[in-house]
């Protein structure tokens, strides 16, 4: 376990996101590494059919993700302010909630799916196929997310890395044994990513039972008590919300992006590809601040949690820069060795999404952190708020802007919201600072 509420919060922030950051992007590579592969040995209607399912099945692990760091909130909360036996009720309402809710959405996109998927024609059978044992996993990946952000929650960031580490290898050995050596198909990389997603759960749960035996509830802990449940039902599904109203969004928008042809579609699924690896730095420095500030908040520490936000602000800027320089430097060869191919319409047009995506870095940053932080400081409706403002962007980019500009039009969607967004929460922070919510919860 591991205490924010001390130390030089720059370090203490950046030492807590390393190994989040190192974690989301092996998790990252689960989709890379069935990618690469398939469009290897399948081909390149098989990577498109990869890619076009793809925002479905992050559309339900990503709600799943962000109700556990919801969930995670409180719990970050009770062991900041040294309320063990709360923590530990939390912890237990945590795990019924988290196994409840995602066998309830599993079989509902299931029944759901062959209704809310669109792909071109010609992709259609493979991408049914592929996604519908991806959803098979979903209880591996939400019990994995689970155990991880209750871990995260009371500092410990390193184990769900090392689970994913070993997981992710798993995975490509069993990708290139089942579509290269058995010749399953892309039916083979998704039997290969569901079964690693199942061993990090059970590594990262096994590691709780034997060696976080403090943060497991007593017996008369599971019952619950007045104002429990509802406490972990408003954080985690506001965290949850948040991600579901920005994946409908993308739904909507990769409905059009899938009108635009598989060339199209593969050049959009090679970009997101690398866009998701450059971004997870960013959005992971924002979940630490979740618990960073949930921490202190619990401590009663309002001019530490000022001084991080300030602090992840400068780190954020400081990776943007990074990663622009790459992107510029590198994209077009990775894109190409990524696809499989040189096709200058879907190279020309990863390239072209990736290199205006990464200028706009410089406001996502401050984006995730601010969000991230009002989420930790018990500010629950102005960052879901936000999100329904970049829904609203991809909604009316799906039907204005891409039918006139086309994939340009797909390009300039994101970072016209991320401006949006961040301009609504940095005036909801100075409007409202720390030190008001603590007065208000005292």
């Not at 699924?269 to 420095?285: G, M, N, Q, W």
């Amino acid at each position: 376990m591991k205490d924010l509420t001390k130390g030089y919060p720059a370090k203490v922030i950046i030492l807590f996101a390393i190994p989040m950051i190192f974690g989301s992007i092996f998790q990252q590579l689960y989709n890379i590494a069935d990618s690469k592969i398939v469009s290897t040995f399948v081909g390149t209607e098989a990577f498109a059919a990869v890619g076009a399912t793809s925002v479905v099945s992050n559309t339900l692990i990503g709600f799943l993700n962000s109700l556990t760091l919801g969930f995670a909130i409180p719990i970050a909360n009770s062991f900041g302010g040294k309320d063990y036996k709360r923590m530990r009720r939390m912890v237990a309402g945590t795990v019924l909630l988290t196994l409840a809710g995602a066998v309830v959405l599993t079989v509902l996109i299931l029944l759901l799916i062959p209704a809310i998927l669109a792909t071109p024609e010609d992709i259609m059978s493979p991408a049914l196929a592929y996604v519908r044992i991806i959803l098979y996993g979903i209880i591996f990946v939400s019990v994995y997310n689970m155990c991880a952000n209750v871990l995260r929650a009371v500092g410990d960031s390193r184990t769900p890395l090392y689970c994913l580490i070993i997981s992710v290898f798993v995975n490509i050995g069993l990708d290139l044994l089942f579509v290269n050596g058995f010749h399953m198909g892309i039916q083979g990389a998704a039997w290969a990513t569901i079964i690693s997603q199942a061993l990090s759960a059970v590594l990262c749960l096994g590691y709780i039972l034997l060696k976080f035996r403090d943060i497991i509830p007593e017996k008369d802990e599971w019952k619950p008590v007045e104002g429990q449940y509802s406490e972990l039902l408003t954080t985690g599904l506001a965290m949850g919300f948040m991600s579901l109203v920005v994946n409908f969004g993308t739904i909507v928008l990769q409905g059009a992006i899938n009108g635009l042809g598989t060339a199209i579609v593969a050049a959009h699924t090679a970009a997101r590809k690398v866009f998701d690896i450059f971004t997870v730095s960013l959005y992971c420095l924002g979940n630490a601040m979740t618990t960073f500030v949930s921490q202190n908040m619990g401590a009663g520490e309002p001019a530490r949690i000022r001084r991080g936000i300030r602090h992840a602000v400068v780190i954020a800027t400081g990776i943007t820069t990074v990663l622009v320089i790459i992107c510029f430097a590198f994209g077009r060869p990775v894109f190409t060795w990524l696809a499989s191919t040189d096709n200058p319409t879907i190279v020309d047009s990863a390239v072209m999404y990736s290199r205006i995506s990464i200028v706009f870095f410089y406001v996502l940053g401050p984006l995730f952190i601010l969000r991230c932080s009002l989420q930790g400081m018990g500010r629950k409706v102005i960052p879901v708020c936000s999100s329904v403002v970049e829904m609203t962007i991809k909604v009316l980019s799906a039907t204005i802007l891409v039918p006139r500009l086309a994939y340009f039009g797909v390009a300039l969607t994101e970072p016209i919201s991320w401006v949006c967004m961040t301009i609504l929460l940095t005036v909801a922070y100075f409007a409202k600072p720390p030190e008001q919510m603590l007065r208000k919860s005292a």
